[in-house]
């Protein structure tokens, strides 16, 4: 206890400490607020229009092992006919410096709205996918995924 | 201090190899937890031969998680499959001098190669020596075909050392230690257990201690080399086995042996002796 | 590029809906990464995936570097006629690499 003090002390005497609280702020101001211009992507997909939950799901795994390569996957429960259907399911990624990962397009010819692939996680974070019907509504579902950081890189 | 300095040590962390750069994961406590839903996941072994240093061997994959396990399972999802498929072509792929391709002696791959990735790295007569799979594969070359090596961890010779590797999919690692090998084993077992760099660790430390268990978030497997050349997530790209123990020399800070040096194959040989009995899996799915 | 990985059946009964599996290799450069002399790597990715049947595009992908390398692309096409799948992945370069595959409905 005695050490950690003296320590804290010679570190406040040179400023160290000082230094050190300010940090954690610097990334908030140095990188855009991924997770606004995400939701503005939302918005502008949607018009506005409030997406609904259920009917989408969004398959990812809650821890990660690595960020390169995270399986997702998406489904929709549609009919998937001419008169209703999904066009277009997009994936969002709430902290990489773009905000969409990718967008699948279906059409009824798709038979089922269903589609997987593997993306990459800047660290752990909220992904969205939102889908978008044939009558012009929107659904949504959101899964946060943990990005560990590994053991040994080798 | 220096900049260069600290980025070296940034990347030796793995930081830099991160896709994204620019927006590091954020160390968080809850960080501290990360394989609560894969508690239910027990790794399964088999049981170790006679003479082995373990009673159970484990190989990679039974430590990683469920969806490592799956993307390795499928070989559409698998992208270690993508070098396979290249080196299907070039197998018949006319080189060098003598106008020959693998294929000029070795015609069915499927047939000609089964069981041949089990049991390198392989006594060679001639060199009297040990010789790995890709030294085979560029001997064969120079030899053969009268073509130029391919150079270590190239995409040529990975995605044919993976290739023919493959084509063993499912046997069990049979390697040879006795004879003239013996002395190579003898030489791989002492560099395994002796501390190097400034961290002062051996093989042993981690992979035959603590194996199973956690470093940081990750959990150590038993350092087995049935799974390669074998597809890390974190590199995006088929490495092949003396790349992966350079990786792990410079993690513990030392001096990495170098590639086909006699210390490197000695731990290779060794290395792949304590897996004897794991399933050939290449190409492996790895962290 | 190299040649693309595909899984498709080669026969469905008419109006099933089958599971379609795709892996091409490329490195996915995402742009916001450094290379070893410390300068940005210029992004290079699939930016685009088409599927068409019998010339009828049914499945599309945009792709952004959020994807990983070697992309890995899965998804469905229903069936009620024989006839031939194009698959194209176009990269930055304007780079189209396309595949094809035959499918034919078997009598019930």
Not at chain 1, 123 to 132: E, L
Not at chain 2, 73 to 81: C, E, K, L, R, T
Not at chain 2, 173 to 181: I, L, Q, R, T
Not at chain 2, 198 to 211: F, T, W
Request: glycine share 8%; net charge positive; aromatic share 8%.
């Amino acid at each position: 206890m005695l050490t950690d003090l003296s320590r804290r002390s010679a570190l406040k005497a040179t400023g160290l400490v000082a230094g050190a609280s300010i940090l954690p702020a610097l990334p908030a101001l140095a990188a855009p607020d991924t997770v606004a211009v995400a939701m503005d992507a939302i918005k502008k997909l949607t018009g506005g229009k409030e997406p609904v939950k259920g009917k989408i799901k969004l398959n990812l795994p809650q821890i990660a092992e690595n960020g390169n390569t995270v399986p997702l996957g998406v489904t929709v429960d549609s009919p998937m006919t001419v008169d209703s259907h999904v066009e277009e399911i997009t994936v969002f990624v709430t902290k990489n410096p773009l905000p969409i990962a990718i967008a699948f397009l279906f059409t009824p010819e798709s038979g089922k709205a269903e589609a997987s692939t593997h993306i990459r996680l800047a660290g752990t974070q909220d992904v969205i996918a939102v889908a978008k019907m044939s009558d012009g509504t929107f659904c949504i579902d959101t899964k946060n995924c943990k990005v560990t950081i590994g053991g040994c890189g080798g | 201090m220096s900049a260069g300095r600290i980025k070296q040590v940034l990347s030796a962390l793995g930081f830099a190899a991160m896709a994204f750069a620019m927006v590091p994961a954020a160390a968080s406590a809850d960080d501290a937890k990360p394989a609560a839903t894969e508690a239910a996941y027990v790794p399964k072994g088999i049981p170790a031969p006679a003479g082995s240093v373990f009673k159970t061997l484990f190989s990679g994959y039974q430590f990683r998680s469920a969806d490592t396990r799956a993307m390795q399972d499928d070989d559409f999802s698998n992208p270690g499959m993508l070098s396979v498929e290249a080196a299907t072509s070039e197998w018949s792929h006319v080189d060098g001098e003598a106008g020959k391709s693998c294929a000029s002696c070795h015609a069915d791959p499927a047939k000609t190669m089964h069981g041949v990735g089990t049991h390198y790295p392989r006594w060679n007569k001639v060199l009297e020596r040990p010789v790995t799979l890709e030294q085979q594969i560029n001997l064969c070359r120079t030899n053969n075909m009268k073509a130029k090596p391919w150079a270590f961890n190239s995409e040529n010779l990975t995605n044919m050392t993976t290739f023919v590797r493959y084509q063993s999919r499912g046997l069990p690692v049979a390697v040879k230690v006795d004879g003239p090998m013996s002395v190579w084993f003898d030489k791989g077992k002492s560099l395994y257990y002796q501390r190097i760099g400034q961290l002062d660790m051996a093989c042993s430390n981690c992979h035959e201690k603590y194996y199973g268990k956690h470093i940081r978030a990750d959990l150590l497997s038993q350092g087995q080399t049935n799974d390669f050349p074998t597809y890390r997530l974190k590199s995006q790209h088929l490495v092949p086995v003396e790349k992966r123990f350079q990786g792990c020399m410079a993690k513990v800070r030392a001096k990495p042996y170098k590639i086909f040096s006699d210390n490197m194959i000695a731990l290779e040989v060794y290395t792949a002796w304590r897996g004897n009995g794991l399933p050939v899996e290449t190409p492996g799915v790895r962290n | 590029m190299s040649v693309p990985r595909l899984r498709v059946p080669k026969t469905a009964k008419k109006g099933e809906v089958i599971t379609i599996k795709s892996l091409i290799e490329h490195p996915m450069e995402s742009g916001f990464r450094k290379g070893p002399d410390g300068k940005m790597v210029p992004r290079m990715i699939i930016n685009k995936f088409t599927a068409s049947f019998n010339g009828k595009q049914f499945f599309g992908a945009n792709i952004q570097p959020s994807v990983s390398a070697n992309p890995y692309i899965e998804f469905d096409a229903k069936i009620d006629a024989d006839g031939t799948f194009d698959f194209a992945w176009t990269d930055d370069k304007g780079v189209v690499t396309k595949a094809q595959a035959k499918i034919t409905v078997a009598a019930a």
